[in-house]
């Protein structure tokens, strides 16, 4: 079967940088995405990756490694802002969307 | 704002009632998503409308049906519903060839109808 993990919940503190993991087994691969969803708000896209390495944005940056099966979102200079649940995607061979449970992140002063 | 909106919000609803949900997308995207959503769990791809043709039915039951009289609006009719039911109901639309890789897969979702089932 197809298979996302990623943890349940993170804790960390407001200016500091968390990395969320994100393990996945599909059927082919092409491509994974990132969310984030603050609660009671809509899911709202933060990155894709398809090739191998690191994707910086501002500061969220999308790391993966394709014969690991793995990827990462970092964030750096943690804002209260970003509280909110992180859903890792990934997109399989028939182009179906296979979603993680979501990481909910808690920042702290 | 992501150009997608559901109403309503928020929704408690005995087993008999019958109510629907809405979802409208003001992005021009001729593809429609109905997810649920529950609490620890992954997302669940309900049903797939592109250009007013549902393309996918991931066997979900017949309490929910779905419609979508144009590519702007898609509703969900709800009947008979469980309690096992109750979670958040997700829209998404997306534009089918002109995704990151020429498909439909990124999407924008509404705010979602956080549905109780008493």
């Known amino acids: 079967g197809q298979n996302i993990d990623q943890p349940t919940e993170m804790t960390a503190t407001e200016g500091a940088i968390v990395q969320i993991n994100c393990t996945y087994q599909?059927?082919?691969?092409?491509?994974l995405f990132w969310y984030q969803q603050h609660a009671g708000e809509a899911p709202t896209f933060l990155s894709y990756?398809?090739l191998d390495g690191l994707e910086e944005k501002g500061r969220f940056s999308s790391f993966l490694s394709r014969s690991k099966g793995y990827s990462y979102l970092l964030l750096k200079e943690l804002q209260m802002k970003d509280s909110a649940s992180y859903l890792c995607?990934?997109?399989?061979?028939?182009?179906?969307?296979?979603w993680g449970a979501g990481t909910k992140l808690i920042i702290k002063p | 704002e992501t150009g997608v909106t559901q109403t309503p919000r928020h929704l408690v609803m005995g087993m008999t009632n019958k109510k629907s949900l809405k979802c409208e997308q003001h992005l021009g995207h001729n593809a429609m998503y109905w997810y649920k959503q529950s609490a620890k769990k992954p997302l669940e791809l309900m049903f797939v409308y592109n250009f007013k043709e549902q393309t996918e039915n991931n066997s979900v039951p017949s309490r929910f049906s779905p419609e979508c009289p144009n590519s702007s609006h898609l509703f969900l009719h709800l009947h008979t519903l469980q309690p096992e039911d109750s979670a958040l109901y997700l829209c998404a639309s997306s534009q089918p060839g002109e995704g990151l890789l020429g498909t439909n897969e990124k999407l924008f979702f509404g705010s979602g109808t956080q549905l109780s089932v008493l």
């Open positions: 990756n398809v």
């Open positions: 599909t059927s082919g691969f092409n491509g």
């Open positions: 995607a990934v997109l399989d061979s028939n182009y179906q969307l296979i």
